[in-house]
């Protein structure tokens, strides 16, 4: 049965030491350090910070109000649980000790269980340092040896940024759906773009 966050919390310390996964330590174009792991219950207030952060500056993506500490810990609590079951691969991005970065591929349900749901967001001051490249990387490498074979995602059709860095890594465009997002503008396209992986 799913946890609760409050239960979550009684037993993480000791879940976080035993399933905590380092994916990989890079030395940004800055010089700073960046380490890809998975995330742990005491990424919850930078976490929080980071999804607030992408939400006030309008980013295209789904989540269009911020969220509380509440709200984020319930969310957190299922995110890890999943991880710890294998339904979901985690991958966050830490720059000197902060969390920056979250990405996530959840593996669909029945007869979708060999494809994989990809969502990714970065700190707006922490783009374009490839660190987004490095994490789909990650995501698309750990997905593969979770034995997924097809990675999904939506993305504002807007959203120059990620289509560029989504078809570099080899994702292809499939269709573009007319006014499935809607922003303050009003209504707006969303593409869907797909990768095989095998
Ligand atoms: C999209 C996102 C994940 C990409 O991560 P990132 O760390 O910024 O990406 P990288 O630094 O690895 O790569 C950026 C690339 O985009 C290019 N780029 C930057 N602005 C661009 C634009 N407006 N149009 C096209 N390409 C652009 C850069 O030149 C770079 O290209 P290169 O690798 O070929 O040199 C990140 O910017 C982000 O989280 N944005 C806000 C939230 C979001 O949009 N999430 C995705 C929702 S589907």
Redesign the pocket.
Same mark, same amino acid.
């Given at each position: 049965m799913l946890q609760t966050a409050g239960e979550y919390r009684a037993t993480s310390l000791e879940r976080g030491r035993n399933t905590m996964k380092k994916f990989g330590e890079y030395q940004l174009s800055d010089g700073r350090r960046l380490v890809l792991r998975t995330p742990r219950w005491e990424d919850l207030d930078d976490l929080l910070e980071l999804i607030n952060s992408?939400v006030e500056e309008e980013?295209? !993506? %789904?989540v269009n109000r911020k969220v509380t500490r509440e709200e984020e810990a319930e969310w957190l609590a299922r995110f890890l649980t999943n991880i710890e079951k294998g339904r979901t691969i985690g991958v966050v991005a830490e720059v000197d000790g902060k969390v920056v970065?979250n990405?996530e591929v959840t593996r669909g349900a029945g007869a979708q269980s060999h494809v994989g749901f990809l969502?990714? !967001? %970065?700190?707006?001051e922490?783009?374009?340092?490839?660190?987004?490249?490095?994490?789909?990387e990650t995501l698309v490498e750990e997905s593969r040896r979770a034995g997924l074979r097809l990675l999904v995602?939506?993305?504002?059709a807007s959203?120059?940024?990620?289509?560029?860095?989504?078809s570099?890594l080899g994702f292809m465009e499939a269709e573009t759906i007319p006014g499935m997002a809607c922003k303050k503008e009003g209504y707006t396209d969303i593409v869907r773009m797909y990768l095989k992986l095998d």
């Open positions: 992408v980013a295209d !993506i %789904i970065g990405s969502g990714i !967001i %970065i700190a707006r922490y783009r374009d340092l490839g660190i987004g490249t490095r994490m789909l995602l939506d993305v504002y959203n120059t940024r990620a289509r560029h860095v989504y570099k």
